[in-house]
């Protein structure tokens, strides 16, 4: 744009320049042009109609564009939806499928009358959706409830953000601190150490295999 | 004296269970305590805090809080039910579903009619106390957030509830929400999280205070739902709250284990207007504290750590007694350990299941107090799991090792034992007599023919076992129509006669070759933790949980010559001073004279033919007299031979061998397997 800008200046440039020049080639001897009226008339006439012309051409070009999207999402919509011969097809069934349930449910319930039981009615009806049964006492919903309240609670003592420490370490502080100055519990009491000394060894035979000291 | 081999038990891996609850009985001076295994204690503060009832759990119980009701106890759980305890037969009397969801909380009001039950789903629910039974009233207007702690103004017409980062409080008779009181988060990472408030107690004059997890106790007025002043006690989470029953002090207990006081105190001396001051810290416990209560004269505590802690308040006890002692009840006040003598068993009672083993042997001879090689190691021979969710009674096994019963409060299991050198084979008793449904203590005659059950209202079943067929023999009643019952049985050695002590303080003696009551023992005002019958004199020896010592003899049905002289010369201070009970007490055939009893910390050898030992003489002298030669030992020694060197002693028993087996279950052992304390940075550490 910038360049048009400039082009368009530089023309511009160029006439008022080639208009000076003119001008200065026969401006002292003569006087300015004449330019006939008829001849302005028909260029600004012919300007305007290039216009209209202009803005005709685009709005057919829209018109084009927007009629060929029109038959492009009719064309999508058709694809979409079954042929119609399915859809006669699935007229006739479900009206059948009525029928026959009805017949069901009038015969049911005649043997209803005569037996008194009022169990078949549920079971012969299908269940609609993703439903299913479960006896109360099997699952109750107590538990989740009970388990989500003891996850809370655990959660609020020791979880996360909590600073605890271990009992190793309480204790080993105490033996620090007391009277009698004593080592950590995990040096003193065997038991204590063993988790700690399994992780040590892991650790050692790691770093042994990556240094690559045993050679096999 | 005599030179004991002494089988040192370590294998007993005795786990208590962290304490949840505390509640107090004011009118008859009672504690209850709630355990995280559903298990509910009664310790009674008159009288050493002796623990008189236990009413064991179940599994997956997960009792939140206890209230007392009068003489009734009730609990409510995450499980959703509200229980009523039944004391007497010391099992659960009924449970009723409140339909809320998890019930956080649970406070009963000071008229006694009320009881208020705080639920995970936001709902305050106030159920009446009838007549055997409570009936659900109404809701109270429905929160947001979960209702974690309640507390009942003393007039019974508003209701404080804690929850998620605020306080409300209820009016009980619209029930709709009065005041809102929002409590600020912590500082830094913690304001992230919400801040949940753990306890509140409403005073008569309109004060809340509030204890939350940020580490504050905040003091609000009621009348205009304001906060008045706010104290940072902890780093960590302050856990419970309690008042005490003239409203001047406030007990808080937090996440490190300490327990602070507040005082209603006038700031300036001489000053007419008083506030709420931070006065004392005590420091008794290693983990969280869960539960506190301001008993005016002692603060009680207990927590993760498992320890039931007393800690007196000086200033307010006025004579100086037993009382002023600070007392950490860690063990429970029963023995859970029973020995077949003649077999050299042990049978541990553990809360879901049995274990039996069989103790190792050892040739060798050595000095006093060195280790002697083991010949053959321990061996468990039964590790015996119990079918359904209740926890173990009691348990017990027969002299011979051939019979094994347990009770749970639903069921009564009898076990035959046939032990040959390598193969142990066990085989169920199906067919018992109908009226052994549950039993609340359990013991087997000394030649193995009989068993008596424990059952309601002090009344006790004998059977008969055979090889065959066990019949039911009798019950034998006591006269006095107690409805309590019994937590101690005792059989004499040649099968005439058997001692029963029940929470009534009574003890009855049965004479089982006519198989009814022979006579009863003066009462004493303190219950029995010990007593077993002499096998050649016949005289009943007694402990109490004061430390107090009697023997009855039952054929002449009166107090022996050195029982009275025992109580006219007075015991020595230090043996009145110990603060653990007495749990178990054997004779040595081999010295009739001798009597072996043991508490947690010592054991000790009372010889009937030395002299009592008066207050001036030196008591715990076993050190010095082995110092001396031995003609002047004689000249020094008394009646009772302590020995301290063993530890945490849970059972201490004398086999038919002459060698000692003592059960010993160190505290370090206990603390491995609690939860994890909070870290704390101590300076130079």
Request: aromatic letters at 8%.
């Given at each position: 744009?910038?360049?048009?800008?400039?082009?368009?200046?530089?023309?511009?440039?160029?006439?008022?320049?080639?208009?000076?020049?003119?001008?200065?080639?026969?401006?002292?001897?003569?006087?300015?042009?004449?330019?006939?009226?008829?001849?302005?008339?028909?260029?600004?006439?012919?300007?305007?109609?290039?216009?209209?012309?202009?803005?005709?051409?685009?709005?057919?070009?829209?018109?084009?564009?927007?009629?060929?999207?029109?038959?492009?999402?009719?064309?999508?919509?058709?694809?979409?939806?079954?042929?119609?011969?399915?859809?006669?097809?699935?007229?006739?069934?479900?009206?059948?499928?009525?029928?026959?349930?009805?017949?069901?449910?009038?015969?049911?319930?005649?043997?209803?009358?005569?037996?008194?039981?009022?169990?078949?009615?549920?079971?012969?009806?299908?269940?609609?959706?993703?439903?299913?049964?479960?006896?109360?006492?099997?699952?109750?919903?107590?538990?989740?409830?009970?388990?989500?309240?003891?996850?809370?609670?655990?959660?609020?003592?020791?979880?996360?953000?909590?600073?605890?420490?271990?009992?190793?370490?309480?204790?080993?502080?105490?033996?620090?601190?007391?009277?009698?100055?004593?080592?950590?519990?995990?040096?003193?009491?065997?038991?204590?150490?063993?988790?700690?000394?399994?992780?040590?060894?892991?650790?050692?035979?790691?770093?042994?295999?990556?240094?690559?000291?045993?050679?096999? | 004296?005599?030179?004991?081999?002494?089988?040192?038990?370590?294998?007993?891996?005795?786990?208590?269970?962290?304490?949840?609850?505390?509640?107090?009985?004011?009118?008859?001076?009672?504690?209850?305590?709630?355990?995280?295994?559903?298990?509910?204690?009664?310790?009674?503060?008159?009288?050493?805090?002796?623990?008189?009832?236990?009413?064991?759990?179940?599994?997956?119980?997960?009792?939140?809080?206890?209230?007392?009701?009068?003489?009734?106890?009730?609990?409510?759980?995450?499980?959703?039910?509200?229980?009523?305890?039944?004391?007497?037969?010391?099992?659960?009397?009924?449970?009723?579903?409140?339909?809320?969801?998890?019930?956080?909380?649970?406070?009963?009001?000071?008229?006694?009619?009320?009881?208020?039950?705080?639920?995970?789903?936001?709902?305050?629910?106030?159920?009446?106390?009838?007549?055997?039974?409570?009936?659900?009233?109404?809701?109270?207007?429905?929160?947001?957030?979960?209702?974690?702690?309640?507390?009942?103004?003393?007039?019974?017409?508003?209701?404080?509830?804690?929850?998620?980062?605020?306080?409300?409080?209820?009016?009980?008779?619209?029930?709709?929400?009065?005041?809102?009181?929002?409590?600020?988060?912590?500082?830094?990472?913690?304001?992230?999280?919400?801040?949940?408030?753990?306890?509140?107690?409403?005073?008569?004059?309109?004060?809340?205070?509030?204890?939350?997890?940020?580490?504050?106790?905040?003091?609000?007025?009621?009348?205009?739902?304001?906060?008045?002043?706010?104290?940072?006690?902890?780093?960590?989470?302050?856990?419970?709250?309690?008042?005490?029953?003239?409203?001047?002090?406030?007990?808080?207990?937090?996440?490190?284990?300490?327990?602070?006081?507040?005082?209603?105190?006038?700031?300036?001396?001489?000053?007419?207007?008083?506030?709420?001051?931070?006065?004392?810290?005590?420091?008794?416990?290693?983990?969280?504290?869960?539960?506190?209560?301001?008993?005016?004269?002692?603060?009680?505590?207990?927590?993760?750590?498992?320890?039931?802690?007393?800690?007196?308040?000086?200033?307010?006890?006025?004579?100086?007694?037993?009382?002023?002692?600070?007392?950490?009840?860690?063990?429970?006040?029963?023995?859970?350990?029973?020995?077949?003598?003649?077999?050299?068993?042990?049978?541990?009672?553990?809360?879901?299941?049995?274990?039996?083993?069989?103790?190792?042997?050892?040739?060798?001879?050595?000095?006093?107090?060195?280790?002697?090689?083991?010949?053959?190691?321990?061996?468990?021979?039964?590790?015996?799991?119990?079918?359904?969710?209740?926890?173990?009674?009691?348990?017990?096994?027969?002299?011979?090792?051939?019979?094994?019963?347990?009770?749970?409060?639903?069921?009564?299991?009898?076990?035959?034992?046939?032990?040959?050198?390598?193969?142990?084979?066990?085989?169920?008793?199906?067919?018992?007599?109908?009226?052994?449904?549950?039993?609340?203590?359990?013991?087997?005659?000394?030649?193995?023919?009989?068993?008596?059950?424990?059952?309601?209202c002090s009344?006790?079943?004998?059977?008969?076992?055979?090889?065959?067929?066990?019949?039911?023999?009798?019950?034998?009643k006591p006269k006095s129509g107690s409805v309590q019952a019994v937590h101690l049985?005792?059989?004499?050695?040649?099968?005439?006669?058997?001692a029963s002590a029940n929470s009534d303080r009574e003890v009855q003696i049965?004479?089982?070759?006519?198989?009814?009551l022979?006579s009863t023992v003066p009462v004493y005002n303190?219950g029995v933790?010990?007593?077993?019958?002499?096998?050649?004199?016949?005289?009943?020896?007694m402990?109490?949980?004061?430390?107090?010592?009697?023997?009855?003899?039952?054929?002449?049905?009166?107090?022996?010559?050195?029982?009275?002289?025992?109580?006219?010369?007075?015991?020595?201070?230090?043996?009145?001073?110990?603060?653990?009970?007495?749990?178990?007490?054997?004779?040595?055939?081999?010295?009739?004279?001798?009597?072996?009893?043991?508490?947690?910390?010592?054991?000790?050898?009372?010889?009937?033919?030395?002299?009592?030992?008066?207050?001036?003489?030196?008591?715990?002298?076993?050190?010095?007299?082995?110092?001396?030669?031995?003609?002047?030992?004689?000249?020094?020694?008394?009646?009772?031979?302590?020995?301290?060197?063993?530890?945490?002693?849970?059972?201490?028993?004398?086999?038919?061998?002459?060698?000692?087996?003592?059960?010993?279950?160190?505290?370090?052992?206990?603390?491995?397997?609690?939860?994890?304390?909070?870290?704390?940075?101590?300076?130079?550490?």
């Amino acid at each position: 744009m910038a360049k048009l800008q400039r082009g368009e200046s530089e023309c511009e440039l160029e006439k008022g320049v080639r208009v000076s020049v003119e001008m200065s080639d026969s401006s002292e001897d003569e006087g300015p042009e004449e330019v006939a009226f008829e001849e302005s008339r028909s260029a600004a006439l012919k300007s305007e109609e290039e216009k209209l012309q202009a803005a005709k051409r685009e709005k057919e070009l829209l018109k084009e564009k927007r009629r060929k999207r029109q038959q492009f999402f009719q064309e999508q919509k058709k694809k979409r939806l079954l042929s119609d011969t399915l859809l006669e097809e699935f007229d006739t069934v479900p009206q059948k499928q009525k029928k026959l349930s009805d017949d069901r449910d009038e015969e049911k319930d005649n043997k209803q009358q005569k037996l008194t039981k009022s169990k078949k009615k549920k079971a012969s009806r299908s269940l609609q959706g993703n439903c299913s049964v479960m006896r109360l006492k099997d699952e109750s919903a107590d538990s989740s409830m009970q388990q989500s309240a003891m996850d809370f609670i655990q959660a609020r003592l020791y979880g996360s953000g909590t600073l605890r420490t271990t009992n190793a370490e309480l204790l080993s502080l105490e033996k620090k601190r007391g009277v009698k100055k004593g080592a950590a519990v995990q040096f003193v009491n065997k038991k204590w150490g063993a988790e700690q000394k399994a992780k040590a060894e892991k650790s050692n035979k790691r770093f042994i295999h990556r240094q690559k000291l045993v050679t096999t | 004296m005599g030179e004991f081999k002494v089988h040192r038990v370590r294998f007993f891996d005795y786990m208590p269970s962290a304490i949840r609850a505390l509640a107090f009985q004011p009118q008859r001076e009672k504690i209850a305590v709630a355990r995280t295994s559903g298990s509910v204690e009664i310790f009674n503060c008159a009288d050493r805090f002796f623990q008189e009832k236990i009413i064991p759990g179940r599994e997956q119980a997960a009792t939140e809080a206890l209230a007392w009701v009068g003489d009734r106890l009730f609990s409510a759980g995450l499980n959703g039910v509200i229980s009523e305890y039944d004391l007497e037969n010391q099992k659960v009397k009924y449970t009723i579903d409140a339909f809320g969801g998890p019930m956080w909380t649970i406070a009963s009001n000071q008229q006694g009619t009320h009881l208020a039950v705080g639920c995970e789903d936001g709902t305050v629910k106030l159920f009446e106390v009838c007549e055997g039974k409570i009936q659900f009233e109404k809701n109270l207007a429905k929160q947001k957030g979960r209702i974690l702690s309640l507390s009942w103004h003393p007039s019974g017409s508003r209701i404080v509830a804690g929850m998620m980062d605020m306080i409300r409080v209820f009016n009980t008779e619209t029930g709709q929400s009065v005041h809102r009181l929002l409590v600020e988060r912590g500082i830094g990472a913690s304001r992230s999280v919400e801040c949940v408030v753990w306890g509140v107690v409403y005073l008569s004059d309109g004060t809340i205070i509030s204890g939350d997890s940020s580490g504050k106790v905040k003091i609000w007025d009621d009348l205009t739902g304001t906060l008045i002043k706010s104290h940072q006690v902890t780093k960590w989470d302050v856990l419970a709250l309690s008042v005490s029953q003239d409203e001047t002090s406030v007990v808080a207990g937090t996440s490190e284990g300490t327990v602070v006081q507040f005082q209603f105190l006038s700031v300036v001396l001489g000053q007419e207007d008083k506030e709420w001051v931070q006065t004392r810290i005590f420091k008794n416990h290693t983990h969280d504290v869960r539960a506190v209560l301001e008993l005016g004269t002692a603060v009680v505590s207990g927590g993760m750590d498992t320890q039931f802690v007393v800690r007196p308040l000086l200033d307010k006890i006025e004579e100086r007694g037993p009382e002023c002692v600070l007392r950490k009840i860690q063990f429970p006040h029963r023995s859970l350990v029973s020995c077949a003598k003649k077999a050299g068993l042990l049978l541990f009672q553990y809360p879901g299941h049995l274990e039996l083993w069989r103790l190792g042997e050892s040739d060798g001879h050595g000095a006093s107090g060195s280790v002697l090689p083991v010949k053959r190691k321990p061996e468990k021979l039964l590790h015996l799991k119990i079918k359904g969710e209740e926890h173990i009674c009691c348990s017990a096994v027969s002299p011979c090792g051939e019979w094994i019963a347990y009770s749970t409060v639903a069921s009564f299991r009898l076990y035959r034992l046939h032990c040959d050198n390598n193969n142990v084979s066990i085989t169920k008793v199906s067919k018992l007599p109908k009226v052994l449904s549950s039993a609340n203590q359990i013991c087997f005659s000394s030649d193995s023919s009989k068993l008596f059950a424990a059952s309601t209202c002090s009344s006790v079943h004998v059977v008969s076992l055979s090889q065959t067929v066990h019949k039911f023999v009798c019950t034998l009643k006591p006269k006095s129509g107690s409805v309590q019952a019994v937590h101690l049985l005792a059989a004499s050695e040649d099968g005439k006669w058997l001692a029963s002590a029940n929470s009534d303080r009574e003890v009855q003696i049965y004479n089982l070759t006519k198989m009814k009551l022979h006579s009863t023992v003066p009462v004493y005002n303190s219950g029995v933790t010990a007593m077993a019958i002499h096998p050649t004199t016949n005289n009943l020896f007694m402990v109490h949980a004061d430390q107090q010592v009697f023997e009855y003899s039952i054929e002449e049905k009166k107090y022996t010559d050195w029982s009275r002289q025992v109580q006219r010369n007075g015991l020595h201070y230090l043996w009145l001073a110990r603060d653990t009970p007495v749990t178990n007490v054997t004779f040595n055939p081999k010295n009739p004279t001798h009597i072996i009893l043991h508490d947690a910390y010592m054991f000790c050898i009372i010889d009937q033919t030395l002299p009592l030992p008066d207050s001036c003489s030196q008591f715990y002298n076993q050190l010095t007299l082995r110092s001396l030669p031995e003609k002047d030992r004689t000249k020094h020694s008394h009646a009772f031979k302590m020995c301290k060197t063993f530890k945490e002693l849970m059972f201490v028993e004398l086999m038919e061998d002459q060698s000692l087996v003592a059960v010993e279950r160190p505290l370090v052992e206990i603390a491995a397997q609690l939860p994890a304390p909070v870290r704390q940075k101590k300076f130079a550490t």
